[in-house]
């Protein structure tokens, strides 16, 4: 295992562990919104809440008490969002990534790693990360005696692992939280349509013309719902895949750039130490 003194220094902003602070603050800021804003006399008729809805926020206030759970989830996919898309900047580094990877591989090619240093000093993130310990991995194997070459190649990607390992927590930190998110909308947005309708049928057995109005209610209660809840599924969907592209291809430059380290060490050391 790397220690914390071989471990890369992680500069910027690394994303927020404590999640669970988000989800509270996402929760209280559902709660405001759902009373002072959806709530509010200017959205109903007569400054009632309980009359008639004159705008879609006094229409999405009639949804009931499900509605602050699902602005709780759709406030969390969007801070989340912005927290991961954070974190990942400055995982990805300064400059362009296919751009780096190119440059450090050309420069392993020439040679030339005090290049492929200063590269990864301007680059800064996760692959530059990785590759810095990958490289000081290179030059101890090169200082190094008493051990073959499938040896030494063994220790630098050893060295390039575990380099990783250390950064890919940083990397998909919140992420399974947005997933629950995925069918937790779902899931929601059904408990909210089934309140919703058994408020209709509750309304629609008392019978009377009296009771329209509570059927009606019910069964714009549960429409209000459903469409809450597959709107926060679907960010949280997009959100999701949208950053898991994005770790994957990093993922993959760091496959790239380890494996040319490698093939560099063992194409210019022909013979055994």
Known sequence: MATKANSPKKQGFQGVQAA??????CAVAAVLFYMFVLGAKSNFAGGDPEGQALNGFGLIYKGGIVVPVIITLLFTVIALSVERGLALRTAFGKGKLP?????????????DFAKAQKLCDDQRGTVANVVGASLKAYKEMEATSGMKKAQKIAKIQQAHEEATQLEMPTLQM???ILATIVTLGTLTALFGTVVGMIRSFAALAAGGGGDSIALSQGISEALINTASGILTSWGAVVAYNYYTNKIDKLTYA??????SIAQTYEANHTEEA
């Open 254 to 259: 760091l496959d790239e750039v380890g494996y």
């Open 99 to 111: 751009k780096f990877v190119s440059n450090i591989k050309a420069a392993l090619k020439e040679g």
């Open 174 to 176: 919140n992420m399974p």
């Open 20 to 25: 669970i602070w988000i989800i509270v603050a």
